[in-house]
């Protein structure tokens, strides 16, 4: 085997994890922690950066989103764990921090920590999340819990429904950790290419999302997921309207278009 | 505006979309990830949570054993509490305040230090900072550890759940139990994980209101109080036991008040629907003992007596200075304390005391050394230098506060009520304002229970004197 292979390979990713605490300022690539409530987003974010979130078992337990840093593979990640959230379509402020730092915060990988206990609760959030990023890591999280529960779950089959990566991991135990840090660095890089899921409309629908998304491209050119905006634009969504109105959605734009630039 | 434009086009391509289309989208979503979990997961025929997960929350969440083995929970918490601190605090207090202190006024002394600057330093800085690492440090390095353990085992939800129906009927939101019991480490932080709460004007509810759990910083006050005054009026076997109870009775005091503040501030001025919301009851999970130990002391515990401790030696040095600043022959701190004379007495406390409140809005925490400190040096002037108490050889603080201070149990007991209702710390009212980006309703939730701490700390004495027992 080549120095390479054992280079890349997941025991040498923790052995050379460099947990960095608070220094955010070199981030160079983002990370966003988001998932349910009470899934151990706090857990697998302390676990990465070596920082001490407060953690708690009881949904709720964050509610602003803390940044911490790790180097891995020679790359420093800034780490963003977001309060948890049960859907992309909801309301509450601690939950808006999550959607907002998802749409606007343009994080390079977004790790969604999942709660294996409760699949399929938790899936409805990998898929809205899907819809506005391919760049996702799932990470399937208290698999201890679920095999103490007498829970199987197909990883691979998963995976490929998913077309993402699915890490299975137990991170109060810190089992998984040198996996999910690999398939972060992996997602980065872009050596593993997830698949975004298409939004499944009905005709008339689809019609109205396609020409919007149209003028919504040509105002915005650098905007990954112009039809996932159309779409809540066209829902009625109060925070994507706002959004447009102030600007912010422009400067997402522009800071688009200087990173495909760069 | 492009954007405006944009939002007309969008408006107009609505009015041709079927009605309810977004609602069929996420019913989407949900069909796909329940045929992706049909496929991916296999139970084995296991039921889905262990048996004993289910026992248990039949016990913890039952109409009437779940509010009775609440009860014993916490009177439990600080049974332990009250128990254990008593033995190290004596001996912190014996090492630090009766030994260090001469020890080290003798080595500024033997410098040939100004005595102004031994005052403010020794005197002041290191007293306060000395009486707070005495009286706080073992109540807390018990107290996060057990309440830690609780939260890590999945109980705080199950608390929530019990008092939903009766923060419904004081229409405010269930999850204000959440908040109410980030409260008991610190109201700052139960203010800002009001955010877990959707709707304004609950939000409003449960910030005002949070003011009302007991915080950390005034636990040490309670536990006092209660172990001088209360403990002491029963055999001794029986003394931790009532103190214990007596510190629970106020703590429960508190909750009754923010059920009845939210009754009233939902019926009146924050009128409204109580939303619907979903609360999940995590699996219990076996708590990590050690490591909750470890973060509870480093992190808690630490962080809570180094702010403590930052506001002490100001407040130190502050108390120092007024008690030896001298007009018209008695001190600053005499003057201010005989304008509030009139007032504490109406409230069955003392000038001094509310001296001391106000010396401490910074924190609770240093309310006990500020009022010793202030008591001693103003209440017995034979023997006792200006602004220092530990001259006395009955340097205990129940010594000092019935000895000197001339309390009677009426005033431990209205101290105990006015700990509970008096207005939030200044970090609590900054996040309050932070929070709320309003300052009306800053104003309210500060004056409003230090409204109600006078009225009822009036009522329990004016109550007393009428019936004689005070």
Request: net charge neutral; glycine share 10%; proline share 4%.
């Amino acid at each position: 085997m080549s120095a390479d292979a054992c280079g890349s390979c997941a025991v040498a990713n923790l052995a050379n994890l460099q947990r960095l605490g608070l220094q955010v300022e070199q981030g160079e690539v983002v990370v966003a922690l988001t998932g349910n409530p009470n899934t151990g987003k706090s857990t697998v974010f302390n676990m990465l950066t070596g920082l001490r979130q407060h953690v708690g078992n009881w949904p709720g337990t964050t509610v602003t989103r803390a940044e911490g840093a790790y180097r891995s593979g020679g790359a420093v990640h800034r780490v963003v764990d977001l309060p948890g959230t049960y859907s992309l379509l909801s309301t509450s402020s601690d939950e808006d921090a999550a959607r907002d730092f998802l749409l606007f915060g343009d994080p390079d990988v977004t790790v969604v920590v999942v709660d294996a206990t409760r699949l399929e609760r938790n899936l409805n959030l990998v898929l809205q999340v899907l819809q506005i990023t391919d760049r996702v890591v799932v990470a399937l999280n208290m698999m201890d819990e679920a095999a103490r529960h007498g829970v199987r779950l197909d990883v691979r089959h998963l995976e490929r429904e998913l077309e993402v990566p699915v890490v299975p991991m137990s991170a109060r135990r810190g089992e998984g950790v040198s996996e999910l840090l690999e398939a972060i660095a992996s997602t980065a890089a872009g050596t593993t290419v997830g698949r975004s899921r298409p939004l499944r409309l009905p005709a008339s629908v689809a019609a109205a999302v396609d020409l919007l998304a149209g003028r919504l491209a040509m105002e915005f050119a650098g905007l990954s997921n112009v039809r996932w905006v159309a779409l809540r634009l066209l829902e009625g969504d109060a925070s994507i309207t706002d959004a447009l109105v102030d600007g912010r959605l422009g400067d997402l734009d522009a800071a688009m278009r200087c990173r495909k630039a760069s | 505006m492009e954007a405006h434009a944009l939002l007309a086009d969008v408006d107009r391509l609505r009015a041709d979309l079927p009605p309810g289309f977004a609602d069929d989208l996420v019913v989407a979503i949900y069909d796909e990830a329940e045929a992706i979990a049909r496929a991916s997961v296999d139970t084995d025929g296991l039921p889905a949570r262990l048996v004993w997960d289910q026992r248990l929350d039949r016990l913890l969440t039952h109409r009437v054993g779940g509010f009775v083995a609440m009860g014993v929970l916490f009177y439990l918490v600080f049974w332990f509490t009250i128990a254990g601190a008593a033995l190290p605090s004596d001996l912190l207090f014996e090492v630090l305040v009766e030994h260090g202190h001469p020890a080290i006024r003798s080595v500024f002394e033997g410098a040939g230090s100004p005595a102004w600057l031994t005052g403010v330093l020794v005197d002041g800085v290191y007293l306060g900072v000395a009486w707070v690492v005495a009286v706080m440090l073992p109540p807390m390095a018990i107290f996060f550890p057990l309440f830690t353990l609780l939260e890590d085992l999945g109980y705080l939800p199950r608390v929530a759940f019990n008092l939903d129906r009766l923060f419904a009927g004081a229409g405010a939101h269930g999850k204000q139990a959440l908040t109410m019991m980030m409260g008991f480490g610190c109201n700052a932080a139960g203010v800002t994980a009001t955010r877990i709460i959707d709707s304004p004007r609950e939000r409003l509810i449960a910030i005002i209101t949070n003011n009302f759990s007991i915080c950390n910083g005034r636990w040490p006050t309670l536990i006092l109080m209660g172990t001088i005054f209360l403990g002491t009026l029963v055999p001794a076997p029986l003394a931790g036991a009532v103190a214990a109870a007596s510190v629970v009775l106020v703590a429960c005091l508190g909750i009754v008040v923010s059920f009845v503040v939210a009754s009233v501030l939902s019926r009146t001025v924050l009128r409204g629907e109580t939303s619907v919301y979903t609360l999940e009851l995590p699996p219990y999970r076996r708590p990590q003992v050690w490591r909750t130990i470890y973060t509870s002391v480093v992190d808690r515990t630490l962080k809570v007596l180094t702010r403590a401790l930052v506001m002490a030696a100001p407040a130190g040095a502050v108390i120092w200075s007024i008690s030896n600043v001298r007009i018209g022959g008695s001190s600053l701190a005499a003057h201010l304390a005989a304008a509030l004379d009139p007032v504490g007495v109406v409230m069955g406390l003392n000038g001094i005391i509310l001296l001391a409140y106000v010396v401490a809005i910074p924190a609770n925490e240093i309310i006990i050394p500020t009022i010793l400190m202030l008591t001693v040096s103003l209440g017995a002037g034979a023997h006792a230098q200006a602004g220092v108490m530990m001259d006395l050889s009955t340097a205990q603080a129940g010594a000092v506060l019935v000895g000197v201070g001339g309390w009677t149990v009426l005033t431990g007991v209205n101290l105990m009520l006015f700990t509970l209702l008096h207005h939030p710390c200044s970090t609590t009212v900054l996040t309050i304002g932070r929070e709320t980006r309003s300052l009306k309703w800053t104003a309210v939730a500060t004056v409003l229970p230090l409204a109600l701490g006078f009225l009822v700390t009036a009522g329990t004495t004016g109550a007393a004197r009428l019936f004689g027992v005070a």
